[in-house]
């Protein structure tokens, strides 16, 4: 027989199947009609008549009646539910479990025979637990079925019946997530007890099986289909099954000997198939969500190489996010462990700390990307104690027992401003998580003894709190380390001058510190940032680009949102008072504290990308709503201890340079609005060609000029956020 001959018959053949099934809807109109059951019956005999009168076990079945009768028997299935009251069963369904007709089915899927079978039986048991209503899966005759077709299905990769296995394997799981206790009927075994007792062996049946849990076995091989669709729905089963609050299958999943080691093994793997070097532009573009792991090359304008292997990465390890902050905590425990121990420290860290600096921006940048997709409570603390360590005590000077720590924040001051940027990123990203543990190892640690206030002698302290006698206000006169600290009242964060310690008590101090009876108090701190510039130095008004009032708005709305996140981590509304505080010698502000003032400190020499970023950083930490933070950084009335520093005797010292440089420049000003017109793209056609000509934009100052313009805009920055605090803390 030739192939044409062959087709022919192949064709008459399937005609003829047509016309028979045709034929025999007609006859089925024209009879007198049965009840349910009886058609019920009718159709189910028709499929096991096939299997006893049909030797050829090699044709299709799909060239045979049965998936029409399989059909037809749904179909009554469905129509008898909706006729009968909710929860009871009618004769249709009690035959199909009385006569475990599942249970024959499942043989003939798992035979697949006759060839085509298992993609009938896996539609007919997801279609059948899909559409009833009635609970099915509690019954032994339905969730044995259930449970032996669980096993067949991914046992062969990129199978044809892919598809039809997730879906049936899909449908299982939401039915289990609506009735969490159904779990238990597909775990098989018992779990291992975590210290048995020699009692407890004694007694343990010999034939103690080992727990196994199919659904996840099946789900895991059908995560592997090269098919993508096929893939997601398989993470969507996981995550369904994951998240049900049931312990018992909680301990099972942790337990699994390969649930937690894909998700690790899966970053580890699509992590080392990055380029070596990516620009760190290009990883902060690329935005990634698991099931949209998609990367058109012939559409996409902006693609850059490793930019598909990049979006493969961030969608599973945002698919591994999403799963620690669903699952049962039991198993997010265990995923984020898991990722720390084979990913971040294995593999990340010696990327991290390597010395290459195409390598440090690279992988820096990927932390910093990693880090910012964080989301899960779990998964961000192990992240946290991975880049920071779990150090909390008082840092001393030189301590570098976390390598990572303090190689990150060595870098925020590093010869290559790149890098620099790039590692002030990583902290600012950092600061915007809510995790207390990142707070008091970068700020607070150093600071609950206050050893920066000056404590005055016990010979000094009938002195304290004498109104002042200078009426200069701090900050307008930028000619000393700070303001005039004469009249300031020692334990208080902000003392204003002429205000007598006598009248001063816990209950005069706002949150922040603030006297509450001095209402010019908040207004002369505002004038001590705004007024710290001399006017010559300023550029702002007169080119109208930016003003102070953006500055409270964007103050408010970041302050209200760090109330919201500390509110549960129980921070001093005042200031510890001095007597509590334990004095431990010299102050010390903390390596990451110690780097940030010595950068600001040389400001007008560092290019203007790297103090943007820098001055980011600080402001983030400003507006933590904690008194001792608030003291260091936002009090500029504050008493200093000698040798110790403050951000505002920083900033003075900084305006002090800057009067200095000032000098030796002719028509200083004029050159601020120019550069300032250039760094806000204010200039106009018709003047950038004179601006590109202007022997100014050469000049080796141009930094400095920069620096200033920073500067300038920092100054208003902090003004707001210490008014915002103030009036925030006064109206709560």
């Not at 997530?177 to 291992?192: M, S, W």
């Not at 921006?361 to 932390?367: M, Y």
């Not at 998580?433 to 190892?441: D, V």
């Not at 408010?556 to 919201?564: E, G, I, P, R, T």
Request: aromatic residues 6%; contains cysteine; negative net charge.
């Amino acid at each position: 027989m030739n192939k044409g001959e062959l087709a022919s018959r192949l064709k008459k053949g399937k005609m003829f199947n047509k016309f028979a099934a045709a034929l025999h809807s007609a006859v089925e109109a024209l009879a007198p009609s049965q009840s349910l059951q009886e058609d019920f019956i009718f159709h189910w005999k028709a499929v096991t008549h096939y299997f006893i009168n049909n030797k050829d076990d090699k044709k299709p079945v799909q060239e045979s009646n049965i998936p029409n009768h399989l059909d037809q028997m749904l179909a009554i299935l469905v129509t008898e539910e909706s006729e009968m009251e909710d929860n009871l069963s009618g004769p249709c369904m009690e035959y199909l479990l009385q006569h475990k007709t599942l249970e024959t089915l499942h043989s003939l899927g798992k035979a697949d025979c006759p060839p085509g079978m298992k993609q009938i039986v896996l539609n007919f048991f997801t279609k059948l637990i899909g559409k009833i209503k009635q609970p099915l899966l509690p019954h032994i005759n339905v969730y044995k079925p259930v449970s032996r077709l669980i096993k067949v299905c991914g046992e062969i990769r990129a199978g044809p019946t892919e598809l039809e296995e997730i879906q049936f394997l899909c449908i299982v799981c939401a039915k289990i997530r609506q009735d969490p206790y159904l779990v238990n009927f597909f775990i098989e075994g018992d779990l291992p007890s975590k210290s048995p007792s020699t009692n407890d062996t004694r007694r343990r049946s010999p034939s103690h099986l080992p727990m196994e849990f199919n659904l996840i076995d099946s789900l895991l091989a059908l995560l592997q289909s090269p098919d993508s669709k096929i893939a997601v729905k398989a993470c969507e089963g996981l995550l369904l099954i994951s998240s049900i609050p049931e312990k018992h299958a909680a301990q099972c999943i942790s337990e699994h000997p390969m649930f937690c080691t894909v998700m690790a093994e899966r970053l580890c793997s699509l992590y080392t198939a990055l380029p070596l070097c990516m620009d760190p532009v290009d990883v902060e573009s690329v935005e990634a969500k698991w099931g949209l792991d998609t990367c058109n090359d012939g559409e996409d304008t902006s693609m850059f190489h490793g930019k598909r292997q990049l979006i493969s990465l961030l969608s599973w390890y945002d698919y591994c996010d999403q799963m620690v902050n669903e699952s049962h905590p039991m198993i997010s425990r265990t995923i984020a462990r898991k990722i720390n121990e084979w990913f971040f420290i294995p593999v990340l860290e010696p990327l991290l700390l390597q010395s290459s600096e195409a390598g440090i921006l690279t992988s820096t940048a990927h932390l910093t990307k990693l880090l910012k997709m964080t989301t899960s409570p779990e998964l961000l603390s192990q992240m946290v104690y991975f880049i920071l360590g779990d150090g909390t005590g008082e840092e001393k000077p030189g301590d570098n027992t976390h390598k990572l720590r303090h190689r990150l924040i060595e870098r925020c001051d590093h010869l290559s401003d790149e890098i620099s940027i790039m590692s002030l990123r990583v902290f600012e990203v950092l600061l915007q998580k809510p995790h207390h543990h990142i707070f008091r190892n970068l700020v607070l640690r150093n600071l609950k003894t206050r050893a920066y206030y000056d404590r005055p002698s016990p010979s000094l302290a009938s002195h304290e709190g004498s109104p002042s006698d200078s009426g200069i206000e701090p900050g307008v006169e930028a000619g000393g380390d700070g303001p005039s600290q004469e009249g300031s009242v020692p334990g208080s964060p902000l003392s204003v001058p002429g205000s007598p310690a006598s009248s001063i008590n816990d209950s005069d101090v706002s949150p922040n510190g603030e006297l509450v009876d001095e209402a010019q108090g908040i207004h002369r701190v505002v004038n001590c940032f705004l007024s710290l510039l001399p006017d010559v130095a300023k550029s702002s008004y007169i080119t109208g680009d930016v003003g102070y009032d953006m500055y409270l708005r964007d103050a408010h709305k970041h302050y209200k949102n760090c109330l919201v996140q500390c509110l549960s981590w129980d921070w001093p509304s005042h200031p510890v008072p001095l007597e509590r505080c334990k004095n431990s010698g010299a102050f010390y502000e903390g390596y990451f504290m110690k780097v940030l003032l010595d950068k600001v400190s040389r400001m007008l020499d560092q290019p203007y990308e790297v103090n943007l970023q820098m001055t980011l950083v600080i402001a983030k930490i400003a507006h933590l709503p904690h008194p001792h933070i608030h003291e260091l950084l936002l009090d500029p009335y504050l008493p200093v201890a000698p040798g110790c520093r403050t951000l505002f005797t920083v900033l003075n010292r900084v305006v002090m340079d800057l009067k200095a440089r000032m000098r030796v420049l002719s028509d200083f000003q004029s050159q601020m609005i120019i550069v300032r017109k250039q760094l806000m793209g204010m200039v106009e056609d018709d003047e950038r060609h004179k601006i590109e000509d202007n022997p100014i934009m050469n000049l080796p100052h141009i930094d400095l000029l920069e620096a200033v313009i920073v500067l300038e805009e920092f100054c208003k920055e902090l003004a707001a956020i210490a008014f915002v605090k103030h009036h925030t803390s006064s109206s709560r």
